[in-house]
């Protein structure tokens, strides 16, 4: 599941709230236990932990827009997982994970300079029974003919979903729905700034011994050859459950 979690560190500067990384230990779980919240997740960022794959330096900060996710550099190709445990019921079987995200300003797939956003990536997973359903969407913005649309595949890893996206810096929509079901995961649709894919691909779920009950929301932000940090920022956070 996850590695061994630091105890978090917050500071609070008026009504704004921020969450600080270690330079060292790049792992640090929420300040607070799991809810049952399924609306507006972005809040509070006390509820938010990370964890970095490869060196870097991160943090989080609540502002007016919404949750501002920091990648604030370190190795090339590092990444840093933002996510939030939720209680949800044992009886869920099927979801809808809506949220919108601020994309900066980039080059694509690194024409003229080094894109500062290597790949955005956004989850949702299940842990039940000592088993983990995982739905995951990535959106790659270099190393493909076009910035586009992944899905994780625990067998073979990202996969092409046919759907080519340049994501402009601003805001973007994204909602991502699926269901538990006999052969695993399966990822029934995405829609991408209000126009709908249909999917319908299941992938296997996965072994996880000793995990609980749980559920999370991540986000993750993946670096650049170059080490460089960006800034993400999510807003309207919403997650329908059956």
Aim: with cysteine.
């Amino acid at each position: 599941m996850y590695s061994t979690l630091a105890a978090a560190i917050a500071l609070v500067v008026g009504a704004t709230a921020t969450v600080v990384s270690d330079p060292i230990i790049c792992d640090r779980g929420p300040a607070q236990v799991p809810a049952t919240s399924t609306l507006d997740l972005e809040h509070t960022v006390f509820d938010w932990g990370g964890y970095c794959e490869g060196w870097s330096e991160w943090s989080m900060t609540e502002t007016v827009a919404g949750l501002r996710l920091d990648h604030l550099g370190g190795e090339p190709y590092s990444n840093v997982h933002f996510y939030r445990n939720l209680s949800t019921p044992s009886s869920t079987r099927s979801f809808v994970l809506s949220m919108e995200f601020e994309v900066p300003a980039t080059t694509f797939n690194n024409a003229g300079a080094p894109s500062l956003v290597q790949a955005l990536e956004f989850t949702f997973s299940r842990w039940a029974s000592e088993t983990r359903h995982e739905w995951a969407i990535q959106w790659v913005n270099v190393g493909m003919a076009e910035p586009g649309y992944r899905y994780w595949d625990p067998r073979f890893g990202w996969i092409d979903t046919g759907i080519d996206a340049t994501l402009s810096p601003g805001w973007h929509r994204l909602e991502i729905s699926g269901q538990i079901v006999s052969g695993g995961a399966k990822l029934r649709s995405i829609d991408v700034d209000g126009k709908l894919y249909r999917l319908n691909i299941t992938v296997p779920s996965t072994a996880a011994p000793g995990s609980g009950d749980i559920a999370a929301v991540a986000v993750q932000l993946d670096g650049n050859s170059q080490g460089d940090g960006y800034s993400v920022t999510v807003r309207n956070v919403d997650l329908a459950l059956r």
